[in-house]
């Protein structure tokens, strides 16, 4: 038979269900935290980036919801015209030159 004093005394268990999360787990949780949102900008800045195939060089409005506009998508440049109801390719641009390179053209053929 068991004697009273033979009995362990019981030890306390630690609930770690109720303790906080240690200085460690909370800058870990933040690092991860700072380090998706850096990324998620990153792609996002990326994605802009591809974007920039496609520009609106000019745009002259004609009155009552009409309007013509040069655009340029990589080096090619097109007229388009558009109105409330529909967008139009007019016609495709030819390749200018600056003021300069057609003014030297110009004296050299005189020349």
Known sequence: MNTLSQVEPLQPVQDKSRTLPSVGDWS?????RIWSVLKWIVLRA????????????ETVSLGEKRFVAVVQVDEERFLIGGSSS??????????????????????????
């Open 28 to 32: 870990q949780t933040l690092l991860a």
């Open 46 to 57: 990326k994605a802009q980036q591809g974007r920039k195939n496609l520009r609106v060089c």
């Open 86 to 111: 529909a967008v139009s390719l007019l016609t495709r641009l030819q390749e200018t030159k600056t003021f300069a390179a057609a003014l030297d053209q110009e004296a050299a053929n005189i020349s």
